[in-house]
Every structure is written in C-alpha cells, then in structure tokens.
C-alpha cells in the first residue's frame, strides 16, 4: 500500500484509511480483526470520532490496542471532535450542538487519549464547521494541544473553502487535510472549489463514505462492463475513480467485513486510463460534458 504525506509539513497516512464509524455494529473480536487485516494490506491509519458507536468505538478500539501492544507504533490515530448530542453518556447535552470552544477541544482530546491508552493523536480534525467557531480560542486550545504533544497536526472536516481558509488564517502550524464526502455518488467537490483548494494549497483531502455508503447510484451494467478491462469489481473501480484524481485522495473506508477490506487494498493498483475516468464521470452526471 502507497504511504504517502497528507500535506507538504506531514503527517504520513497509508493511501487508504480504515474508518470506525460503523464498527460499533460488529463483536470486538470483528474490530481486532478489521485492524489486524488492515495492518496486513499496509492499511496503517485508522479513522474514529469521539462520537462513534455513542461514545464507545474509540472504548473499543483501545482495547484492542490494549491486546495487541506493538500495534499503536504501526498505525496512526485519527480523531474528530466537536458534535454534542443527547445521550446516556453525555447527560449534561440538552441538545445536539458543536462545540469548538477550547475547555472542550482540550477536554475531548484528552478523553480520546485515555479511550485509546495512548499519549498522543496523529491527527485530530474539527468534525463540523462550528457557525460560533473562534478562531482564536481554536488556535490557543490547538496550540496547546500541540505543545503538550497530545496532538501531532490538526485538520478540519466538513469546512466550505471560506471556513478552511479562515481557520488557517489564524493558526501558526497549517491545517493539514479536509475531510469531506466524495465518490461516484457525491462529485460536486470536483465543481464546487473543494478540491481546486486542496490543490491551491498542496493538500490532500480525506474523502468520506467513498463508496456512498454501500449506495453507489452508478449504472452497474456499464460498471461492470469497464471493471472487466481492469480485471477489478465495481468496489475497486469506484475507489480507483477517486484514487485517480490529482489532489491525491485518501479514501476512508467503512466496511465492517475484514475480506473487503482486502477486496479494497487492491484498487491502489489500478491506473485509470483518463477516458474511463471520465466514462464513469459520464455515468453519474447522466449526460455528455458541456
Ligand atoms: N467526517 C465525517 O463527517 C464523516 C461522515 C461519515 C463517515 N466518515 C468516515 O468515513 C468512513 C467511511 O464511511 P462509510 O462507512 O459511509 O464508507 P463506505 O465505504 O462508503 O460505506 C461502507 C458501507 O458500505 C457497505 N458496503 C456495501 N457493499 C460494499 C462493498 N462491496 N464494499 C465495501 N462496502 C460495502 C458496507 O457494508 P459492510 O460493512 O457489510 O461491508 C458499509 O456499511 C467512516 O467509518 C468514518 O470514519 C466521516
């Protein structure tokens, strides 16, 4: 699998990265494998949010890396932060918010940490763009975060160019990935600018749901037929289609089957010919480009 740096100034990530937010629906011996079998197909960073399985994947995935101690110097830990909602164990959450203020940026990393038994995140990205966002308050809770090496970079998810642009205007290290939602099925961050200031800034983006969650709206018949000539499944095309794109995505895959995640490792290997890519374009717009 492709290493390769998120951003000029670092962190390195595998080309694709393993996603927890649907591993709440799986035994913890199905979490310790989706690990294990990713880590065998050079699958090194994985994906989490504190809010994940009610508050509970990142619980889960430490005691995984609890079993298994040589794994957390293998793998680099994403995390996201700053979606509040009512639950049993958040009580104090009234209603669902977001919440960048610095007590509960610092606050959430430093549970995060314990969840984990780690000492430091690779990454940590803002989950939603905060309409009461500070930018101040953001870079003071992130610069601690820093200085205390709980956190190595910082990067946002969700943010429109403005709110990206924004936020780094503020902060004395860069903002190092967007996460945002891209495949076959959401392909407007290739018109909307997304995608153009990735590349502006020699960034690249985290793409999320990249198989749209399993609901691919892609003309399977025709899907098939190009698959045929790279010998790939209609999984691996979709992940190639991204995989193909200059600004160097980093797909996050959310499969709670180990053998997909196999299935997956192997789109790395596929070189989209530039009227495939294109073929496939066609497909989802329905029409000839203009
Ligand atoms: N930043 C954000 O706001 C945000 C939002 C959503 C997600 N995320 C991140 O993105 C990750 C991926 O999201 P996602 O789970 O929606 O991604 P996805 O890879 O597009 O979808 C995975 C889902 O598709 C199903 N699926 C059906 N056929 C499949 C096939 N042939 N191969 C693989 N999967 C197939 C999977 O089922 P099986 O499990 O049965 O394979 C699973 O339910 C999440 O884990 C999370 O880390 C971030």
Sequence with gaps: MERRPIHPQGPTFSRIIAGAWRWHNVSQETVERLALVALEEGITSFDHADIYGDHGNEIVFGKTLIKNPSLRNKIELITKCDIRFPSAQRPATRIKHYDTSKAHLVWSVENSLKNFHTDRLDLLLIHRPDPLLDPHEVGEAFEQLKKEGKVLHFGVSNFTTGQFRMLQKHLPFPLVTNQIEISLSRIEPLFNGDLDLMLEMGISP??????????????????????????????????????????????????????????IAKSINIQLERQDWFEMLRWVMGKDLP
């Excluded at 709206?217 to 995989?243: C, N, P």
């Excluded at 995505?249 to 499969?255: A, E, Q, R």
Aim: proline fraction near 7%; charged fraction near 20%; glycine fraction near 6%.
């Design 206 to 263: 985290m793409a999320w749901s990249p198989l749209a969650g399993g609901q691919l709206d892609v003309d399977e018949r025709t899907m098939f037929s190009l698959a045929g000539k790279y010998h790939a499944s209609y999984t691996q095309m979709a992940i190639a289609w991204l995989l193909r794109h200059p600004s160097k995505i980093f797909p996050v895959i959310g499969t709670t089957q180990p053998e997909r995640i196999r299935e």
